[in-house]
């Protein structure tokens, strides 16, 4: 197929990146989530453990409610102090998408991808949603919490990725003007959302798009 790249930012327990990794298997394409940070981490020499525990640090902090570091696409030299700062890690994490986007068709999943990729002509951006009851369903049968815990975890983890998305590209996580396709997974199910991207790639680029 064309080498063309679909990122999928999506609510937790929509299916988003289940979504993502049926496409890519229906496509005979790789697809990438937290790939990225080992990727990133043979590419910079940092340690992956810094990724990681930069991701789980994040979450539970306040620093995106009174700041902004907008991605421009700059990487910070190893001598410097700020080599292994949070803002570098994430401009290497965008580098390999970058890279990504331009060395093979593939699906990147979370990462902001979408606005790294902006100005990329062969890049089409999803965002995948559902109501909160189906989002709250969905957290329970991964078994990502019990009880009363769950609805909370679900609120918390979406607060998480706006603030982030925010912090790092100054746009609104779930404005959907920010993407391509925006897919309702409640109503069309996970197959549907698969073949919804599938028949808009064909639309946009082409019916021999997807031959391989």
Known sequence: MEK?????ARQYGSGGKTIGYMLAKDLGIRAYSREILRLAS???????????????????????????????????????EDFTSNHNLFNYQAKVIKELAQTEPCVIIGRCADYVLRDEPNVVSVFVHASPQFCLQQ????????????????????????DYYHYYTGQIWHDARNYDLCLNS????????VEAIKRYLKVRFGEGALDQ
């Open 4 to 8: 063309i790249v679909v990122t999928i």
């Open 42 to 80: 043979e590419d910079s020499g940092i340690n992956e453990a810094l990724f990681n525990q930069v991701d789980e640090k994040l979450k539970t902090t306040t620093l995106f409610g009174i700041m902004r570091r907008q991605y421009h696409g700059e990487l910070i030299q190893p001598e410097s």
């Open 186 to 193: 409640e109503k069309l199910g996970f197959e549907g959302c």
């Open 139 to 162: 957290a329970i049968e991964r078994g990502a919490h019990t009880g009363r815990d769950v609805e909370k975890f679900v609120q918390k983890t979406d607060k998480y990725r706006g």
